[in-house]
């Protein structure tokens, strides 16, 4: 009996780790419907592109990406953030053959199926139970809820993703288990506002393992932290409850990091930026928990010449980042976003204005990060080993989140092995990575 052979679907991810969770979803429904993955554009019958519409320069590198599927394979479906930008994808490229916003995999499963007829019989014990990972094995992200009930004047997110909607923590905690039952050694706990998980639903109570457990930041980590594994948490807003999470921190049970995008300094530039939280005294409030877990990693970011920021306002941040000495911290000059109410404030900064501030807090903060590293030195510290290659490995302590922050480098050993753990002294630091042996 002779047998078609298996619908190819190619797949192309870009975005943030927020959209690599959606195409992990999608990716997952594929191979439990039975379609396999194309590694080629030749190779696919169709071709799914996972967009990103967050800044200017996202937009032109995701009409590229389906422009470029559209040329090498012909037959493409776009979904992810920019999907939901009205017609600017169809206006660009109209031969797309469906568009869909964020976290749509029915929407884009009903595309594939009209466009690409679902293969006999579903061979669901093809997918792995974790689902399907773009992470490398031993980390993986862990979404807790879509969407975001705030409204900062420079992001349109919520007019692409919607508002908040928690995950239940019962699917929350499963998905984590098994991800660690996996091989998996950190979960990333993302989402827009980590910090606001289960307002939606009142922090309802839900069930892992039969025991009962609130939709509520504290108690999702408390739970996470018994897994055995890291757990990072992602985009915390320095909302008053968010003190309970740092005793988990000093206690081991999580890892001591906390990811708070301030954004800025000046209590009149946060409240233009509508920022969550922004009354909020976030000195006091880092001073608190340093006290309480000394070993506390605080990784934030910022934007320098929001529309109306004065030179005052502007060394009000430099002096925030002096008293707060915050480990890692990326910084944005402020770039209007199309939809954005910050658009319409008055006092946009000049461009060579915007650009000279943020030279001048790079360098205060590189002077502020290499300090801090270099306290490191003559430590042991456990790290995870990423990878391994002719050069030596590279792995991460508790300090940094893949992608975003340092590397901890070292020599090749026979001691290391990737996707593992292991102990090393820190012996040499620069202003974002260190140095070590293993020992
Ligand atoms: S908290 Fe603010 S910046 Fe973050 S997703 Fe919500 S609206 Fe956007």
Redesign the pocket.
Known sequence: MSQNPPAKVGFVSLGCPKALVDSERILTQLRAEGYVISPSYEGADLVVVNTCGFIDSAVAESLDAIGEALQENGKVIVTGCLGAKGDVVRKTHPKVLAVTGPHATDEVMQAVHTHLPQPHDPFVDLVPPQGIKLTPKHYAYLKISE??????T?????SM?GDLVSRPIGDVMKEAEALVKAGVKELLVVS??TSAYGVDIKYRTGFWGGRPIRTRMTELAAALGELGAWVRLH?V?PYPHVDEVIPLMAEGKILPYLDV?F?HASPRILKA????ASSENNLARVRRWREICPDLTIRSTFIVGFPGETEAEFEELLGFLEEAQLERVGCFAYSPVEGATANALAGPVPEEVKQARLERFMTVQARISADRLKRKIGQTLTVLVDEIDEGGAVARSAADAPEIDGLVHLPRSRKLKAGEFAQVLIEDSDEYDLYARPV
């Open positions: 969407g975001c009930n705030h409204r900062c420079f992001c349109i997110i919520p993703r827009q506002d985009y807003y995008p954004q930026m509508k920022r969550p």
